[in-house]
């Protein structure tokens, strides 16, 4: 298991002062960029322009997660965005294999989302082609909403089958992440944690993102 990193999710963030908001996290690993369509998920929030823009402020990594359709053409905007990490939808993704090496070969690391009724088990033998795996833990589409319980077994599949293979990629959650269920991630085996609304509706978000990995660290420990 890699080291626990913190990624908050500016979803739920002031979007009219997001280099602020990023400012007010210092001590995250990632910035988490929910990216939506309003195709692939019922939301909307922002394209490649803003994020270029907000790559430009941000003094922390961007972690931008695709809910969006036809993840081959569009994923790779993001790379060119600045963003050191992209994730996409495998139900978004044609090609899944061809679009992670172009992700890698464009500079950024590579990661494939699930949500939580997309199995794991038929994508065991692409996990060498991914830097980070992420297991949706909500719906994917809004923040704020509650953890789902049932993913808590795929998290332990996906964990088992990296550490059979002996790969280093890192394992993501996503979604209703908290104080009161972040252990329950580590214990299941994930190593990579984004927490919107626990992070941002706290009185001091950084305060928070410390309070979360140590949460995690002790698990892991
Ligand atoms: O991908 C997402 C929603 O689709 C968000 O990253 C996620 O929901 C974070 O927000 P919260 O921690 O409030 O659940
Ligand atoms: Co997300």
Known sequence: MGHIQITPSILNSDFARLGEEVARIP???WVHVDVMDNHFVPNLTFGPTMVEALARVSPIPLDAHLMI???DRNAPAYVEAGCGSVTFHVEAA???VRLAREIRAA???ASMALKPATPIEPYEDLLPE???????TVEPGFGGQKFLDLC???IRRARAMLDKHGIETWLQVDGGVS???IERCAEAGADVFVAGSAVYSAEDPDKMVAALRDKAAAVQA
């Open 27 to 29: 001590g995250a690993d």
């Open 69 to 71: 359709e036809d993840a």
């Open 94 to 96: 044609k090609a899944p």
């Open 107 to 109: 500079g950024a690391r």
């Open 130 to 136: 991914l830097d980070m795996l992420l297991i949706m």
């Open 152 to 154: 808590l077994p795929k």
């Open 179 to 181: 104080l009161e269920t």
